[in-house]
């Protein structure tokens, strides 16, 4: 079946440091590969996604590419800011075997903790 | 532009009374929904998706249930609760071709 390993953290870094929190994952077919944010007491938000290997997704500063030969899908970001805290998902969706809906797998979730 | 709402944002309710939790979306047809719960403030766990009015999956057994009256409206419901039934409950839609889930605000349940 389809899985998603992340590290688990907690991350805590000072404002402007570099971040990387990793995403592996198994999956059968091609499966789509999304990062979502959770902020405290929110509901859950899309980052970024990528549907194919190689595909890179970004937004707000934030990038992960996919990569199939390594099934990794790491989250980058080269300067933090304290509002970037919050708890990070990976998650993939994979429509293999016929299904008609986009089930999602998530990972564990990673709190980051950035300080000023 | 579509939204997804939920509601209420907030419940404490007792050991043994019923619930229902009610998800609507805006701006789209015929999406896909969905119901999570989140413990601990950490992983989700599904537990029910509907592809129609009228017609709900689910993915564990367990105390609730959910039923899609109309095409955006989505209700999580229990007659009895149980403590273990507190956590954060998110709704999720994504249209019906889609893969890309966009979520609620959730409603924070508290069994007592």
């Known amino acids: 079946g389809n899985s998603v390993t992340q590290m688990e953290g907690p991350v805590t870094l000072s404002e402007e440091a570099f971040l990387t929190i990793n995403c592996t994952y198994t999956?059968?077919?091609?499966?789509?590969l999304f990062w979502y944010v959770q902020y405290p007491g929110e509901g859950l938000q899309l980052l970024l996604k990528?549907?194919?290997?190689?595909d890179k997704g970004s937004n707000k500063g934030f990038e992960a590419t996919y990569r199939k030969e390594t099934t990794s899908f790491h989250l980058e970001k080269g300067s933090v800011q304290v509002s970037d805290s919050a708890v990070y998902f990976c998650a993939l969706s994979s429509n293999a075997g016929g299904t008609s809906y986009g089930k999602l797998t998530f990972g564990q979730g990673t709190i980051l903790t950035v300080h000023p | 532009s579509q939204t997804i709402h939920q509601w209420p944002a907030t419940l404490v309710q007792p050991v043994g009374s019923p619930l229902s939790l009610e998800c609507t979306v805006e701006g789209t047809s015929n999406p896909n929904l969905y119901w999570y719960r989140q413990a601990a403030g950490r992983g989700l766990q599904l537990l029910f998706y509907s592809v129609g009015i009228g017609q709900i999956s689910s993915e564990v057994p367990q105390n609730l249930s959910a039923s899609r009256p109309q095409d955006r409206q989505f209700i999580l419901s229990s007659k009895k609760l149980l403590l273990s039934d507190s956590g954060f409950y998110l709704c999720a839609w994504s249209n019906a071709l889609g893969n890309t889930q966009y979520f609620g605000p959730g409603t924070r349940l508290t069994v007592l």
């Open positions: 990528a549907t194919k290997a190689d």
């Open positions: 999956a059968t077919g091609y499966p789509s």
